[in-house]
């Protein structure tokens, strides 16, 4: 379809970095706005306060949705994603969701919140996605490939999810908004996050679709694209962009805009050689994780799930049980809830980032 809208002077795999690049600016300030993150909603909840679930839980409903919709009228289908493939590799997707669980508890944010962060002024955040894209490059093409491969070998046959499922996060963002009351306005900007999701299936798998010059058909997702920009940074001259390097350039970009037109950027680095050693471990099983589990928070847990796709659905509750089993451990060994996140140091800086 692409060449039906006149675009002479780009190619297919140009035009969809510029549209990474947009999606994910849009991603980026409506993120850094609503502290987006699944670990921050898990946490909250578990000390009483489920707003930032229900913020989380209603950009899902939204992207699910947008996405069933999308599918409904005929512009996208999935029938050949990998979401889809006829075997379920179980034993990795398991494993991945809860090793990333883990991770993102001892970073104290997912991937998408410390981009975020990251382009906030938290320097902790920076290496920590440094490291968890160089560990999800092993994952996939390198040291860890062998060990990854025969993981994904144990499958079983994958279930078909029915379609009445698309209707369980919104029955879970109306039961969180009703019992924790979250603010309309955060909730709105929430919305919009979710309508990204169906904006990028359609935008990689149909309006910029040429089946002369493929891209990838996807949509918004961290641990792929950080491990492609990192490639991509180290060998541009031989490797060339993707809709994945567009998309974190421009979390990043737009994250930096909306901090510093708020005031919430500042500049934090490592307390100290233990808080380090924790974070660059999280940041490995984050990219160990991500990988075998087909996706981060938002590339598994929201544009997955947003296709009705069952290895998305077990990545998410994976993940989601990885984390609240970690965040119970971790909360009994420091003596504390540990609700904040990466970029929130045991100093009076705490109240201004979560």
Same mark, same amino acid.
């Given at each position: 379809?692409?060449?039906?809208? +006149?675009?002479?002077?780009?190619?297919?795999?140009?035009?969809?970095?510029?549209?990474?690049?947009?999606?994910?600016?849009?991603?980026?300030?409506?993120?850094?706005?609503?502290?987006?993150?699944?670990?921050?909603?898990?946490?909250?909840?578990?000390?009483?306060?489920?707003?930032?679930?229900?913020?989380?839980?209603?950009?899902?409903?939204?992207?699910?949705?947008?996405?069933?919709?999308?599918?409904?009228?005929?512009?996208?289908?999935?029938?050949?994603?990998?979401?889809?493939?006829? !075997?379920?590799?179980?034993?990795? /997707?398991?494993?991945?969701?809860?090793? #990333?669980?883990?991770?993102?508890?001892?970073?104290?944010?997912?991937?998408?919140?410390?981009?975020?962060?990251?382009?906030?002024?938290?320097?902790?955040?920076?290496?920590?996605?440094?490291?968890?894209?160089?560990?999800?490059?092993? =994952?996939? *093409?390198?040291?860890?490939?062998?060990?990854?491969?025969?993981?994904?070998?144990? &499958?079983?046959?994958?279930?078909?999810?029915?379609?009445?499922?698309?209707?369980?996060?919104?029955?879970?963002?109306?039961?969180?908004?009703? *019992?924790?009351?979250? *603010?309309?306005?955060?909730?709105?900007?929430?919305?919009?996050?979710?309508?990204?999701?169906?904006?990028?299936?359609?935008?990689?798998?149909?309006?910029?679709?040429?089946?002369? !010059?493929?891209? =990838? #058909?996807?949509? /918004?997702?961290?641990?792929?694209?950080?491990? !492609?920009?990192?490639?991509?940074?180290?060998?541009?001259?031989?490797?060339?962009?993707?809709?994945?390097?567009?998309?974190?350039?421009?979390?990043?970009?737009?994250?930096?805009?909306?901090?510093?037109?708020?005031?919430?950027? *500042?500049?934090?680095?490592?307390?100290?050689?233990?808080?380090?050693?924790?974070?660059?471990?999280?940041?490995?099983?984050?990219?160990?994780?991500?990988?075998?589990? %087909?996706?981060? &928070?938002?590339?598994? %847990?929201?544009? +997955?799930?947003?296709?009705?796709?069952?290895?998305?659905?077990?990545?998410?509750?994976?993940?989601?049980?990885?984390?609240?089993?970690?965040?119970?451990?971790?909360?009994?060994?420091?003596?504390?809830?540990?609700?904040?996140?990466?970029?929130?140091?045991?100093?009076?800086?705490?109240?201004?980032?979560?």
């Amino acid at each position: 379809m692409f060449e039906t809208f +006149g675009f002479e002077t780009l190619t297919p795999r140009t035009a969809s970095i510029l549209f990474g690049l947009g999606l994910g600016a849009a991603f980026g300030v409506l993120a850094e706005i609503t502290r987006f993150c699944l670990r921050r909603g898990l946490v909250a909840t578990g000390n009483g306060d489920g707003s930032a679930l229900a913020v989380w839980v209603t950009a899902l409903a939204v992207a699910v949705l947008g996405t069933q919709g999308a599918i409904w009228v005929g512009w996208i289908s999935f029938g050949d994603h990998r979401f889809f493939a006829p !075997d379920l590799p179980f034993a990795a /997707i398991i494993a991945g969701g809860v090793i #990333f669980g883990i991770g993102m508890v001892l970073t104290r944010g997912c991937l998408s919140r410390l981009a975020v962060l990251g382009a906030s002024g938290n320097l902790r955040a920076l290496v920590v996605l440094g490291v968890a894209a160089l560990a999800a490059l092993a =994952t996939l *093409k390198g040291l860890l490939a062998p060990a990854r491969v025969a993981l994904e070998a144990i &499958t079983v046959p994958a279930p078909a999810l029915p379609l009445w499922t698309a209707l369980l996060p919104l029955l879970l963002a109306g039961f969180l908004i009703v *019992k924790t009351g979250a *603010k309309p306005g955060t909730l709105m900007l929430a919305g919009l996050i979710g309508l990204l999701i169906p904006l990028g299936w359609v935008g990689t798998g149909l309006i910029l679709m040429d089946e002369f !010059d493929p891209i =990838t #058909f996807e949509s /918004i997702s961290f641990t792929a694209p950080l491990a !492609d920009t990192m490639f991509w940074t180290a060998a541009a001259s031989a490797v060339g962009g993707n809709f994945g390097t567009g998309l974190i350039g421009g979390v990043v970009a737009g994250a930096l805009v909306s901090a510093l037109i708020a005031g919430r950027f *500042k500049w934090q680095g490592f307390e100290g050689p233990a808080q380090m050693g924790r974070y660059l471990s999280g940041g490995a099983l984050m990219g160990i994780g991500g990988v075998l589990a %087909g996706g981060c &928070t938002v590339g598994a %847990g929201i544009s +997955g799930v947003s296709t009705l796709s069952a290895a998305a659905f077990l990545a998410l509750l994976s993940i989601s049980a990885g984390a609240w089993a970690a965040g119970r451990v971790d909360a009994r060994l420091t003596g504390q809830s540990n609700a904040g996140s990466v970029a929130r140091p045991s100093t009076q800086a705490q109240p201004q980032a979560a």
